[in-house]
């Protein structure tokens, strides 16, 4: 089974997680900064791109009855503010004796590889 789901991260996005988190580092805020420093914008913060990851595991793939136990993401380049970036991914191994599933994701904007790694889930008993 393999699921894609678009997104993209918006400023409001980026403001509100700097003001849950506290971290306003320069690189995610500050597009002078990031730009002296290589980049073509402010860098979207990684866990914002975890919390795409937490809709696609709580939402899809398991969905309502799993309980995310594992992730593992390799951040290979930056995602851009309003960027469209795509989440792909696909189950890779399902244990009924441990009800258990293992998934392996990719986030992509076009050829660009953003991210890439693997999550685990628990699958919780459901409704017959």
């Given at each position: 089974?393999?699921?894609?789901?678009?997104?993209?991260?918006?400023?409001?996005?980026?403001?509100?997680?700097?003001?849950?988190?506290?971290?306003?580092?320069?690189?995610?805020?500050?597009?002078?900064?990031?730009?002296?420093?290589?980049?073509?914008?402010?860098?979207?913060?990684?866990?914002?791109?975890?919390?795409?990851?937490?809709?696609?595991?709580?939402?899809?793939?398991?969905?309502?009855?799993?309980?995310?136990?594992?992730?593992?993401?390799?951040?290979?380049?930056?995602?851009?503010?309003?960027?469209?970036?795509?989440?792909?991914?696909?189950?890779?191994?399902?244990?009924?004796?441990?009800?258990?599933?293992?998934?392996?994701?990719?986030v992509r904007c076009g050829d660009k590889l953003v991210a890439s790694g693997t999550a685990?889930?628990?699958?919780?008993?459901?409704?017959?």
């Amino acid at each position: 089974m393999a699921v894609t789901v678009p997104f993209s991260v918006s400023r409001d996005d980026m403001e509100k997680f700097a003001e849950l988190s506290g971290d306003r580092s320069r690189i995610h805020m500050d597009r002078a900064f990031a730009r002296a420093r290589g980049f073509e914008d402010v860098v979207v913060y990684g866990a914002l791109t975890v919390a795409r990851l937490s809709n696609l595991v709580g939402m899809y793939l398991p969905g309502d009855f799993g309980l995310a136990t594992s992730w593992k993401i390799d951040f290979n380049r930056p995602l851009y503010v309003d960027e469209e970036a795509v989440m792909e991914a696909t189950i890779t191994h399902k244990s009924e004796a441990t009800h258990t599933v293992k998934l392996k994701f990719q986030v992509r904007c076009g050829d660009k590889l953003v991210a890439s790694g693997t999550a685990g889930s628990k699958l919780l008993d459901g409704p017959d």
